[in-house]
């Protein structure tokens, strides 16, 4: 039987020389509106207009004031983000020099650039920012490993376990967190619960998106292709580390206790994914008769485990988006 163990990817981004080439992120696969992937859009914009636009849509036209994104990688949502919806302010928030180098060169010299880790940021924050990114980082947060489930709701209880069962079982009594479909042995995603907490108060809107491991696909999109799975985190093997999915009902039922409005949705959503009978074929068949239809097609299986949430503070929701009330 497994421990409960840490997963853990801060020295691979605080190291040398860490690479998105590998893994490449949905912002990287549409960071250029004239490349194949971007096919696979209703209307071809860089990914950083694609958020922005959605964005607007849930929280009113007007501009966010102070914005901070954290893991921004190559700067890339941001540098469009800017043009597409200019920010009062902006700040980057990175533990890898590496990447806070590219997004200087990508970003000029405007925004502040932190070298940081997310948590250490935001327990260290004192005034509340109007938005908060955090655009495929939450996998890359600390991640609980080999937890059994038995031990983990005796520990919710009250009763004995380890330090690292421990601080997961009380996580799940404080947020109400259901186990019942739980595997004998799981994997929770610590790191991004902490980093929601360290959010609470700090953040008048979140915008959070990544691979999730409980996928809810829009009836529009029902045709795109899915792994399948316990429903639980897994474990995604990647150059120099590995991430974990993320299970988002554990994350909507912690952002709901600390006090936000949520709003989940699938990222086929935000970009504005073709549904047409072209693609709906790809994506059953994989059959493809052109470069740009593989990478099409490559898209469509690659979006299609990602989620997000737009978390906001009650009124400014209220004001902007009445359908979001949940
Ligand atoms: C998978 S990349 C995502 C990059 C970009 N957001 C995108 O979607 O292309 C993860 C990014 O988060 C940063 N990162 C990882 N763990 C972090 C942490 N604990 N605190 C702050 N940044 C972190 C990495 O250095 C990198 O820039």
Known sequence: MPEPAWNRTEGFYRGEAPSLFWELTVC??????????????????PYGALVARYLRQVLGPEPPGHVVEVGGGYGTLMAALQEAWPPERITMVDLSPRFLAEQRRRLGNAPRLVESDALAFFRGLREPVDL????????????????????????????????????????????GIDLSNAPEVFVFNLGAVELLEALAGKARAVFLTEHSSDVRLPERYRFLPLDGGDGYPRRVPLKGHDEYTIRFDHLEAVARALGFRVHRFHLAE????????????MARTGVTLSETAEAVCELCHHIAEYQGLVLTEEERCEAHNPESRS
């Open 28 to 45: 990287q696969s549409l960071a250029d509106p004239a490349g194949p992937y971007a096919a696979a859009l209703e209307e071809r914009l």
């Open 270 to 281: 935000v970009v504005g994914l073709r549904a047409d009978e072209g693609i709906r074929f």
């Open 132 to 175: 908060v990114i955090a655009n495929e980082i939450v996998g890359d947060l600390p991640t609980v490993t080999g937890l059994r489930g038995d031990d983990v709701r005796v520990a919710s209880r009250g009763g004995t376990a380890d330090p690292i069962t421990r601080r997961v079982a009380e996580r799940v009594a404080r947020y």
